[in-house]
Structure formats: C-alpha cells, structure tokens
C-alpha cells in the first residue's frame, strides 16, 4: 500500500470512529440522558465536519483504489446503507415524533452503522455473513 493511500485511510478509519462514536454519544446525552448539550449549535457543528472529512475521505479512496459505487457490489451496499443511516439518525436525533420512534431509530442506526463498517471489513455487501453465505 503506497504511503497516500495508507495516509487516507487511516484518515478515513478515525473519522467513521470518530463520527460513530459522536452519534452514540449525542443519541446517548438526547435520548437517555435527556441532556440538552447533544443538540447544540457546536456539537452539531462538529458532526458536520467530522462527516464532511469522513466523505472527503471515501471519495479519495474510491478514486484510489478504483472501486467505485455501482460498480462494486460492496461499496454500493455501504453507500445504499449510509443513506439508510443518515436518515435514522435524523429520525433519532430530530424528526422522531415519539421518544419510542426516537430510541427504535437510533438502535437501527447503530446497527446499520456496525453493518457498514462489516462490510468495508469484509469488502462484501454481506458483510459479517459473507462467510456463512460461502459455505
């Protein structure tokens, strides 16, 4: 791996965990906490650029290792299911009309987030059940 393509991963690696772990503890402070802070002006400043960096990133890989969304079943999966995410962690954070819809939001979230992250891993779109579906 040439030393670019090492740099922006590694760049890309910090900013999922840093942008997963951000939404879990903003999801964590708003829903169980019922804390204010998680929806600050700052703190949502900081999800945005953190995510920014995060997109920055995957564009740059895409076009480093020449794998692109739909053309790569498993990077059209994570791209399919970062919309997926974005749109719960909309509905847990704001849009959820119901503390109920907000918490079953934000676990769908998580999850999906954890199953996007198997499926860079596993460089499938089955992600941690790609080797129950080889065998």
Do not use: C, E
């Not at 703190?43 to 564009?59: E, Q």
């Not at 198997?118 to 790609?130: E, N, Q, R, W, Y």
């Amino acid at each position: 791996m040439d030393p670019v393509h090492s740099a922006v991963l590694h760049v890309h690696l910090a900013a999922v965990a840093a942008s997963g772990g951000l939404f879990f503890l903003r999801g964590l402070g708003l829903l169980l906490l019922r804390q204010r802070w998680p929806m600050a002006a700052s703190v949502r400043y900081l999800s945005y650029t953190v995510d920014s960096i995060l997109l920055a990133a995957a564009i740059t890989l895409t076009v480093i290792i020449q794998q692109y969304p739909f053309a790569n079943a498993w990077l059209t999966a994570k791209v399919l299911l970062v919309v997926v995410y974005i749109v719960l962690g909309s509905i847990a954070l704001k849009r959820g009309k119901t503390q109920t819809h907000r918490l079953i939001a934000f676990g769908a979230a998580l999850a999906v987030f954890v199953f996007i992250a198997s499926i860079a891993h596993a460089k499938s779109p089955f992600g941690f059940f790609a080797p129950l579906l080889a065998g």
